[in-house]
């Protein structure tokens, strides 16, 4: 089975702080989505990222895909509280074509 | 463009009845995918339609069913009930083309199951 493992589970930190989270998998994907959840509404694509070793950024978002492509990484500088939220990572399985999510990153920023 | 409605947002059911949840995909989207999401398991993928076919199906029971209309609607049917079915159940659209798999969801159906 391909899995997404995504770490840390959950992550509590200052208003003005950098963060690195992180969607790893032992399994190569012809690409990657990363969506932000907030409560009582469904995820929200953030970006998608294909080619080894990409850097896409979108304001304070930066997101990496792995060399390999078996990884990423989403890194946010000075969080606001507007972060807030339940991040996801997302892929295809080249098995079955099956879209598989990880369990998501629970990010709150503290004001 | 509008994006994609479920309806209904909130249902309360008691054990073995039945439910039918609904989605409308952003126009011009052909693909149509469910997924289950609790607390301890996170998102895990129901069922794909695309163009009114099952194109891929995840690993849940037969008690989960679901159907795509000609106009890319699609509906979602879970029969007998049981507690563990409470979640927030997920419509998610695509255009469904070869490697364009983002996903753009709806706010979800949140089921309780009594």
């Known amino acids: 089975t391909q899995l997404l493992e995504q770490s840390p589970q959950f992550l509590s930190i200052q208003e003005g702080e950098n963060l690195t989270v992180y969607c790893n998998s032992s399994?190569?994907?012809?690409?990657l989505q990363w969506y932000r959840q907030e409560p009582g509404e469904g995820p929200v694509l953030l970006v998608t990222?294909?080619?080894?070793?990409e850097v896409k950024k979108l304001k304070r978002l930066t997101f990496q895909f792995g060399d390999a492509r078996k990884d990423s990484s989403l890194h946010i500088t000075a969080a606001q509280p507007g972060d807030t939220g339940l991040y996801l990572c997302?892929?295809?399985?080249?098995?079955?074509?099956?879209?598989?999510f990880g369990k998501g990153t629970r990010l709150h920023i503290l004001p | 463009k509008a994006g994609v409605t479920q309806t209904p947002r909130y249902l309360i059911k008691t054990r073995g009845q039945q439910v039918t949840l609904s989605c409308s995909p952003i126009?011009?989207?052909?693909?149509v995918s469910w997924y289950q999401q609790t607390p301890g398991q996170g998102l895990q993928f129901l069922f794909e339609?695309?163009?009114?076919?099952?194109?891929n199906k995840g690993n849940f029971p037969g008690r989960f069913s679901g159907r795509q209309f000609s106009n890319s609607r699609s509906e979602m049917n879970v029969s007998t009930l049981e507690l563990g079915d409470s979640a927030l159940y997920l419509c998610?659209?695509?255009?469904?083309?070869?490697?364009?798999?983002?996903?753009?969801f709806g706010p979800g159906t949140r089921l309780t199951v009594l």
């Open positions: 998610a659209s695509s255009s469904g083309r070869q490697g364009m798999r983002e996903q753009f």
């Open positions: 399994s190569v994907f012809s690409s």
């Open positions: 990222v294909v080619t080894g070793g």
């Open positions: 997302a892929a295809t399985s080249n098995r079955d074509d099956k879209i598989i």
């Open positions: 126009s011009g989207h052909r693909s």
């Open positions: 339609y695309f163009s009114e076919t099952q194109r």
